[in-house]
Structures are given as structure tokens and as C-alpha cells.
């Protein structure tokens, strides 16, 4: 089980980022992935997920038509394409694949390293 995302970094309000989650095969291409968050302090939450196929999605509230999930299954890639960031935007970034083809919000498995999104005010 592997994945690994990245693409974090420093941003100001406003600006965009990228992140990718690369994932082996075998974990991710008949798998549905999420990716969630952790700021300083609170718990991890639900960010956005994405079916097997990238027919279906889903997002959290607090990021709906701002931030966009992908996959690229050539690839074995995910992405989340985050604009419009916010101050609290700030956390840790993780993926995660989950056992079935399509889910929602909880439920997954496999998880990689995170990578940090630091959104300046």
C-alpha cells in the first residue's frame, strides 16, 4: 500500500496549488480516494473524494467550487487543484484510498505522508 502526496507549500490568500497523490496501482485504480485535512490543533477532516472511474465526487462545504479532484488512472495520480486558498486552508494534506469504488466520507484504509499547504493572511 503506497501513497504519497505532495505539492504543499507556502501560499498567499487568494492563490492557487496543486497537489498530487501518487498511489501504486494495486491500492488505488479500482479505489475510490479522498484526500483530508489536519490543521494545528483540530482534528483531520474530510476534504474531497473521488470514484474509481472520476465519474462521481464529492466535497466538503467549506471547499465547494473552490477547490477541484481529479485522477489521472494512466497515471496512478490524484489531484486536488485548490484555488481561491484561504487562511484557513492551512494544514496538513493527506490522500487516501478506500476499500470500494465509490465512497463518501469515511470509511478509508490507506493512508500516505501528508504534505503541508501554509496559506498566509
Known amino acids: 500500500v503506497q501513497l504519497q502526496a505532495s505539492g504543499g507549500g507556502l501560499v498567499q490568500a487568494g492563490d492557487s496549488l496543486r497537489l498530487s497523490c501518487a498511489c501504486s496501482?494495486?491500492?488505488?485504480?479500482?479505489?475510490?480516494v479522498g484526500w483530508f485535512r489536519q490543521a494545528p490543533g483540530k482534528e483531520r477532516e474530510f476534504v474531497a473524494t473521488i470514484s474509481w472511474n472520476g465519474g462521481i465526487t464529492y466535497y466538503a462545504d467549506s471547499v465547494k467550487g473552490r477547490f477541484t479532484i481529479s485522477r489521472d488512472n494512466a497515471k496512478n495520480t490524484v489531484f486536488l487543484q485548490m484555488n481561491s486558498l484561504k487562511f484557513e486552508d492551512t494544514a496538513v494534506y493527506y490522500c487516501?484510498?478506500?476499500?470500494?469504488?465509490?465512497?463518501?466520507?469515511?470509511?478509508?484504509?490507506?493512508w500516505g505522508e501528508g504534505t503541508l499547504v501554509t496559506v498566509s493572511s
Open positions: 496501482r494495486r491500492t488505488c485504480s479500482n479505489n475510490a
Open positions: 487516501s484510498a478506500h476499500p470500494r469504488s465509490v465512497a463518501h466520507s469515511d470509511g478509508y484504509r490507506y
